[in-house]
């Protein structure tokens, strides 16, 4: 069964460092999101894109934060400067049409100290 | 306000007893559906049930959804130590696009 793949899955980086966080949605899939959790919290959304642009985005993602989708498989994250209270799960999530179940990956774990 | 809460938090019974859990949400929806997370993985779609679907049933999985109440839960029956988990249940309303809105989870605990 197809799946959305995550990269990496656990990543260490300093306070102040940019992180690109990486994802392959499921190949026929339209529609791709970013979710994290903060450890012991909920889950909360991040962005949502289509079409190659953001359809919505949540007040977390803030200037600090873009997505891209850099080819025809790819749907990355990126944080310019992180920050201590950036640490939590970073799930991306696919569907193929906005009504249609979303699909998500393992996570990345990541960790800034 | 909380959209979509989870009841009870946790849950602990033994195998092949059926598992019962609770979603409450506060504004109207377009859709809901319940997620499994095993401890650090992903999340694992199970159902979704749309607005206008009151029951749907998937294997050992059975999901109501009530409107009026703003209510859903899932009903997990002959329960295995494998289900051992936490279960989420997300909605999406129109009038907030198709992001999903998650609730604090149910964790389960099947006892062989």
């Known amino acids: 069964e197809p799946e959305v793949t995550q990269t990496p899955s656990h990543q260490v980086t300093q306070m102040g460092q940019e992180v690109i966080l990486r994802c392959v949605p499921i190949s026929n899939h339209l529609y791709f999101y970013w979710y994290r959790q903060i450890l012991g919290q909920k889950v909360e959304f991040l962005v949502s894109f289509y079409n190659n642009e953001i359809s919505e985005k949540s007040e977390i993602f803030d200037d600090q934060f873009s997505v891209e989708r850099p080819d025809g498989s790819n749907f990355t994250l990126k944080i310019r400067s992180t920050k201590l209270e950036d640490s939590a799960m970073y799930f991306c999530?696919?569907?193929?049409?906005?009504?249609?179940?979303?699909?998500f990956g393992d996570g990345t774990r990541l960790s800034i100290l | 306000s909380q959209q979509g809460e989870e009841d009870p938090q946790a849950l602990s019974i033994q195998e092949g007893e059926n598992a019962t859990m609770n979603c409450s949400y506060k504004?109207?929806?377009?859709?809901l559906q319940w997620y499994r997370q095993n401890s650090g993985r992903g999340l694992v779609h199970l159902i979704l049930i749309r607005s206008n679907e009151r029951e749907k049933h998937s294997g050992r999985l059975r999901v109501t959804l009530d409107t009026s109440k703003k209510s859903s839960s899932l009903l997990i029956t002959a329960s295995r130590a494998a289900d051992t988990a936490s279960y989420f249940c997300?909605?999406?309303?129109?009038?907030?696009?198709?992001?999903?809105?998650f609730g604090g989870g149910t964790r389960v605990l099947v006892k062989p």
């Open positions: 999530a696919s569907s193929e049409h906005n009504d249609q179940p979303q699909h």
């Open positions: 997300a909605t999406d309303a129109r009038a907030a696009g198709n992001k999903l809105t």
């Open positions: 504004t109207s929806i377009n859709n």
